[in-house]
């Protein structure tokens, strides 16, 4: 058995918070709240596509790499839109490959879960995370392939949906 496939799995995840913060419909799901939304929409008439794309900085704590996440309306926390990217299962196939999962958390507060007349916005997050990630390759052998969305409940206040996708690693190597 390869040595250093958790080493893998622990650059691609690392890949996949880089990909999804430079999606820029990404960084403005999670940084613009529905109050803000419509605050623009109503004084300046500009549409949710055409708000200001924040920078990475601003939105990159919003982006985690672990399976647990404290809500926490208080600073310095204080975010109602978050994504958590983890992996919480894998088996061996062969020898030579291991096969895992890799979920994607969408989390929403919500107070933040409608905006723009009715645009839901953790489907928006959760297809804009399958579109970056579907079919894409990173460390590992295989393409990731998304399998499976569910609802995730984190508190009383912020749901969400989870999205799972399928990677097998050292196949071909």
């Not at 601003?58 to 985690?64: A, E, K, Q, S, Y």
């Not at 490959?97 to 409608?114: L, P, R």
């Not at 998304?146 to 508190?155: A, G, S």
Request: proline fraction near 3%; charged fraction near 30%.
């Amino acid at each position: 058995m390869d040595k250093t496939f958790l080493i893998r799995l622990e650059s691609t995840l690392g890949k996949i918070k880089k990909t999804l913060l430079l999606n820029e419909d990404i960084r403005k799901l999670l940084f613009y709240d529905s109050a803000t939304i419509a605050q623009q929409q109503s004084e300046d008439n500009i549409p949710f596509e055409e708000l200001d794309v924040p920078a990475i900085e601003l939105v990159r704590d919003n982006i985690f790499l672990q399976p647990v996440v404290e809500v926490d309306n208080n600073p310095p926390f204080n975010k109602k839109v978050f994504i958590s990217i983890t992996s919480p299962s894998m088996g061996f196939d062969t020898a030579d490959s291991v096969e895992y999962a890799i979920k994607v958390s969408v989390q929403v507060d919500k107070t933040n879960w409608v905006f723009d007349d009715n645009k839901i916005r953790v489907y928006r997050l959760a297809q804009e995370v399958i579109n970056e990630l579907d079919g894409e390759k990173y460390d590992c052998a295989t393409e990731l392939a998304f399998e499976q969305m569910l609802e995730t409940i984190t508190d009383k206040t912020v749901t969400g949906k989870s999205l799972l996708f399928s990677v097998v690693d050292g196949v071909g190597e």
